[in-house]
């Protein structure tokens, strides 16, 4: 597996040249069939949290062009991006900040457009070119790097998790994915108080449409919201388990956080290779020797370590105490498909930890 090296040399846009990321997918419009980009460079992109309504992008030149058109300015060749998916609360931006290397490789943290393209596919409103589906045309998009040689990392958001299929159709990337387990899952949404609440609602919701659970409407308005965000897990699970029989083991491998972050000089180095990406030894102990693993990704929080993290939950699982017992059990109860041990084949890397309810 290589770098996307596939552009559209010469066609420039708005004074751009539209075959780098200089122009990014920004949204996708389905009432008009339409895709919206936003002028950036590689600096603004890496420094973004995430690639949605949170990244700022006022007063920067937009452009919003037709599917089919679009269709005509990209490559035929299926693009080559690698892929973290994910559950959520499991250290996938940290993952994929520790990946960026201008140059060799851009990580692009959950871009709006596949949340839009997902939503989309779930309400069946995906505008098709002649040649090519809304989702193949953002891969194509999302995989433009902004050196002839450098990789793209694309970390969707989990409202983004049913558009795998479409990623193991359309492109020829590398796949990971990472997950937490349920226990872990729960107590991050309760770390977020009543933030994590509605997140872990407005997932179920969403998740819903997918087809990945069967609960009659009233048995859903009687659950508690972390009763859902366990729920939500099994959904992101399900999801995963129904496609991996698509993607083969030197393809698509999976990673417990627990064990990234237990050993995380040795998950670098079996991921920088199965993402091909040609890091040097040095590169990856620098990294994790480095700032990344000294912070909280998301929130920049500093002297936030593994250490601290497990501390966090430890802290939060005792105030749960045997409600989260009783909440990972049920949820267990009504996802029997769900394994009670790893919930994904073909580890990166064994998790030392004890899956038993």
């Known amino acids: 597996m290589t770098a996307n090296t596939h552009t559209t040399p010469g066609t420039i846009v708005g004074g751009k040249p539209f075959g780098t990321a200089a122009w990014f997918p920004e949204r996708y419009d389905?009432?008009?069939g339409e895709i919206r980009l936003v002028a950036t460079d590689r600096d603004m992109l890496a420094a973004q949290t995430f690639l949605d309504w949170r990244w700022d992008r006022a007063g920067a030149d937009r452009t919003q062009i037709g599917v089919e058109t679009i269709s005509g300015m990209v490559p035929n060749e299926p693009p080559g991006p690698n892929f973290i998916w994910h559950t959520g609360f499991c250290c996938s931006t940290l993952l994929a900040k520790a990946l960026d290397r201008p140059g060799r490789n851009l990580s692009l943290c959950e871009p709006q457009i596949m949340v839009d393209i997902a939503d989309a596919k779930r309400a069946g409103a995906l505008a098709r070119s002649p040649g090519a589906s809304v989702a193949?045309?953002?891969?194509?998009?999302?995989?433009?790097?902004?050196?002839?040689?450098?990789?793209?990392?694309l970390k969707p958001a989990p409202a983004a998790n049913c558009l795998l299929h479409d990623a193991i159709t359309y492109t020829t990337g590398a796949i990971l994915v990472l997950y937490s387990d349920c226990r872990s899952f729960v107590v991050s949404i309760a770390k977020l108080s009543e933030q994590g609440r509605k997140y872990a609602r407005q997932l179920f919701l969403t998740l819903l449409r997918d087809g990945l659970a069967q609960l009659p409407a009233a048995q859903i308005v009687s659950l508690s919201d972390l009763e859902l965000a366990a729920i939500v897990w099994h959904m992101q699970i399900a999801e995963f388990r129904r496609n991996w029989q698509s993607m083969s083991a030197a393809r698509a491998v999976s990673l417990d956080c627990d064990a990234l972050l237990a050993a995380p000089l040795e998950s670098l180095r079996r991921l920088n290779a199965?993402?091909?990406?040609?890091?040097?030894?040095?590169?990856?102990?620098?990294?994790?020797?480095?700032p990344i693993?000294?912070?909280n990704a998301k929130s920049g929080e500093p002297a936030f370590d593994a250490r601290k993290r497990s501390e966090?939950?430890?802290?939060?699982?005792?105030?749960?105490g045997k409600d989260l017992d009783r909440i990972v059990a049920q949820s267990y109860a009504l996802f029997p498909a769900t394994p009670r041990g790893a919930p994904l084949a073909d580890p990166l890397l064994q998790a030392d930890k004890d899956y038993s309810l």
């Not at 193949?136 to 990392?153: M, W």
């Not at 030894?281 to 480095?290: K, P, Q, R």
């Not at 966090?312 to 749960?320: I, M």
């Open 274 to 290: 199965h993402f091909s990406l040609g890091y040097e030894e040095d590169y990856l102990d620098e990294v994790v020797h480095g």
């Open 136 to 153: 193949e045309l953002a891969f194509q998009l999302l995989a433009r790097g902004f050196a002839p040689d450098e990789h793209v990392t």
């Open 293 to 295: 693993f000294r912070r």
């Open 30 to 32: 389905a009432s008009r």
């Open 312 to 320: 966090d939950h430890a802290r939060l699982g005792r105030e749960l």
